[in-house]
């Protein structure tokens, strides 16, 4: 009996791999996965997956509906997971409605035009990247429930890289952004925020550029990055910040670039960069900084780039900073 299920299994696994493989065998297109592979137990995918070449694998990784989940492990276990994301990300989709809201009677009408357009990309396209510019569209003139619900409905396709720049938005209704788990890049500048809910943020695990420059913003709550940890890029710059909190940066370990510019910090807490080990250039250039805690960028072993023009210090801190930090490049 086992040694008839054993066989049974191995059938099952060939008459698999052979589906698979069919079209790729008569030089018609690369492997796709068999019809029923959803069916199939999970120890047999595996088998097959694992049958795949390196290029096959992302290939399909990138197309397939089926398995994305295995797809993705098997990607991982061999170590082209970041590969193929950067494929992805790449030939991403761009789909663009910039300043288009005025062609429409209504931002009903225009919200909903949005919606089947990336509804169509989905079905064309089910597993690409799609960029969505939605800048210039006066969007902050919605209801908080109906900016919430518009934003809300497109985290069923596979956003990537959200532009909102421009549209006069003056605050951000809580969980505005939750299930846009795939978000890498979100621009929030030349709006009038002054304001942002501390949990606003939650859930974007996979965020690497923040851009929340040239808005109104007057102070951060202190976890308001807390959970972004793989954040590279953050731009706070042309806002009207006075002070920021002593952790605010504290759940940032990949942070490679902190644009503070342009701002009205008088000062800074000694620890602020205690937690970013990879940080590369800090821009605090154009504020109100008299002074800066002697000890302040120790932690930061990785600064190429320290801009502190246009600040208030004075010479002999500027030299103190200059013998301690003997590696990098300094603007005063």
Request: charged content about 20%.
């Amino acid at each position: 009996m086992e040694r008839q299920i054993k066989y049974t299994k191995s059938l099952i696994i060939i008459l698999a791999i052979l589906a698979c493989f069919s079209q790729a065998l008569r030089g018609m297109a690369p492997p796709t996965l068999p019809g029923n592979f959803n069916q199939l137990p999970l120890e047999i995918q595996q088998e097959i997956i694992s049958k795949l070449s390196d290029s096959d694998l992302a290939r399909l990784a990138q197309t397939s509906r089926q398995a994305r989940q295995v797809l993705w492990d098997e990607l991982e276990k061999r170590q082209l997971k970041a590969a193929t994301e950067l494929s992805l990300w790449e030939s991403r989709i761009k789909i663009d409605f910039t300043n288009e809201a005025s062609n429409y009677p209504t931002l009903d009408q225009f919200k909903q035009a949005v919606l089947v357009r990336l509804n169509d990309t989905a079905q064309q396209c089910p597993e690409q990247w799609i960029s969505l510019y939605l800048s210039s569209n006066n969007l902050g003139s919605l209801s908080s429930k109906n900016l919430k619900e518009f934003l809300q409905s497109i985290t069923k396709y596979n956003v990537v890289e959200l532009f909102l720049f421009g549209n006069q938005l003056t605050s951000l209704p809580k969980n505005s952004f939750n299930g846009l788990n795939k978000l890498k890049s979100l621009y929030l500048a030349f709006n009038q925020l002054s304001h942002l809910p501390e949990g606003i943020f939650n859930g974007l695990h996979n965020l690497q550029t923040l851009d929340l420059s040239s808005n109104q913003l007057i102070s951060l709550p202190e976890k308001i990055f807390n959970n972004l940890p793989n954040l590279r890029k953050l731009y706070l710059f042309d806002n009207q910040l006075t002070s920021l909190p002593e952790k605010i940066f504290n759940q940032l370990p990949n942070l490679l670039d902190l644009n503070l510019y342009h701002n009205r910090l008088t000062s800074l807490p000694e620890k602020i960069f205690n937690n970013l080990p990879n940080l590369l250039d800090l821009d605090l250039s154009y504020n109100q900084l008299t002074s800066l805690s002697e000890n302040i960028f120790n932690n930061l072993h990785n600064l190429r780039e320290l801009n502190l023009s246009y600040n208030q210090l004075r010479d002999t801190e500027k030299q103190s900073i200059r013998r301690k930090l003997t590696n990098i490049k300094i603007i005063f």
